[in-house]
């Protein structure tokens, strides 16, 4: 997408055996051709560009509308994956590293919000992982399970580093109910030799040793949050001294 968000280029080769001329399409939600480009394979590959002006922007469900294009490439043989133009950011709140006086209770706004166009959205959610151990039989029931984040009001999924990667069934049903997905990437939490520093909420450090033993046998260091170690937590401790902590906190310390 462009800066202003009034234009979009799209950018995608294909393998192909043999040469010969590709037509490349991109189609509108209701199905008309809106850019196209015929393009000449060279040793084995067809690469295209496609630019389209003021295109209808997907955004989550209560945000907007969910327009959904199809890219088309057609040769001896036919393929096509289907598109849902938006930008997405993660950015950080104004004075979410202030905390109001009648702390722990919380910051004053939640640290971090997801921005979709332009537009600050408030994310439900939940996680997602595998519905079966035999993971070929997830798709099945796609439709039932994913409209339950629809009847709960959801707009974004979580898909943790564990997980698997869900088929384009899995993402199209997302992509055409409004639901957000964040996909980690796979194995994520996996140890890559990677300093690591975990800023752990002090009742959880104390009450959860396991958990805390288990990020240090893996690499991480854990420090209890309030600490005296950022200026944020020496700021927390100074004006509340027994504070058992939060996890705003900590990831203001982090």
């Known amino acids: 997408l462009s800066d202003d968000l009034k234009s979009v280029t799209v950018s995608a080769s ?44 997907w955004y989550p469900r209560g945000y907007g ?16 994956r289907k598109l849902g133009f938006r930008r997405s950011k993660l950015i950080l709140n104004d004075g979410a590293n202030i905390f109001e006086a009648n702390f722990p209770k919380g910051p004053r706004s939640a640290p971090m919000q997801l ?45 943790w580093g564990g997980n698997v990667y869900e088929s384009d069934a899995f993402y199209d049903f997302c992509d055409r109910r409004g639901i957000a997905v964040w996909q980690d990437f796979s194995m994520a939490c996996s140890y890559f030799g990677l300093d690591c520093k975990v800023y752990m909420v002090k009742c959880s ?3 959860k040793p396991f958990r805390r033993e288990v990020m ?7 420090t209890p949050s309030p600490s005296m170690e950022t200026e944020v937590g020496r700021k927390i401790l100074a004006e509340h001294p027994g504070t058992s902590g939060s996890l705003g906190c900590a990831i203001s310390e982090a």
């Open 115 to 159: 921005e979709i166009n332009g537009v600050k959205v408030f994310a439900k959610g939940s996680n997602w992982v595998p519905m079966d151990a035999f993971h070929s039989r997830d798709a099945e029931r796609y439709d039932k399970a994913i409209s339950l984040f629809n009847e709960a009001g959801c707009n974004i999924v979580r898909l």
């Open 216 to 222: 240090r046998t893996y690499g991480a260091s854990v």
């Open 14 to 57: 294909v393998t192909c055996y043999g040469g010969g001329t590709l037509r490349a399409e991109l189609l509108s939600p209701t199905g008309e051709v809106v850019a196209a480009q015929d393009v000449t394979a060279a040793n084995g590959t067809a690469s295209f560009s496609l630019t389209l002006d003021a295109p209808a922007l």
């Open 205 to 207: 450090y104390e009450q």
């Open 65 to 80: 509308e969910q327009p959904i294009y199809t890219l088309r490439v057609v040769g001896t043989q036919t393929v096509q």
